[in-house]
């Protein structure tokens, strides 16, 4: 994950905001469907949806706005990022 690019779903997945929270998921037919990853809290909902609205944010620039402006500690910060980084590590975001 590179913090200094901006990132957006990888071809295939759609998110899905869903009464506990979200779905980001991919579905065409191809290799191993369907892959679904739940976004349990609304606060990473919220998250996803601002890059998702905002294809130019980098992920540093979302992570340090957010680090900001809710006084995230140091482990809410590493849950945030770790989130990002799955995300990231099994395909679902690509960089642009």
């Known amino acids: 994950m590179d913090?200094?690019?901006?990132?957006?779903?990888?071809?295939g997945f759609s998110f899905r905001r869903?009464?506990?929270?979200?779905?980001?998921?991919?579905?065409?037919?191809?290799?191993?469907?369907?892959?679904?990853?739940?976004?349990?809290?609304?606060?990473?909902?919220?998250?996803l949806e601002v890059l998702l609205e905002h294809p130019e944010?980098?992920?540093?620039?979302?992570?340090?706005?957010?680090?900001?402006q809710f006084s995230l500690s140091a482990r809410q910060a590493g849950e945030v990022e770790q989130f990002f980084a799955t995300l990231t590590r099994r395909g679902a975001l690509v960089a642009q």
Do not use: M, N, Q
């Open 3 to 11: 913090l200094t690019k901006s990132y957006r779903p990888a071809r």
């Open 18 to 47: 869903e009464s506990f929270g979200g779905i980001l998921y991919h579905y065409e037919g191809l290799r191993p469907d369907p892959r679904i990853y739940f976004v349990e809290t609304p606060f990473l909902v919220a998250l």
């Open 57 to 68: 944010t980098t992920l540093g620039d979302l992570f340090s706005a957010v680090r900001e």
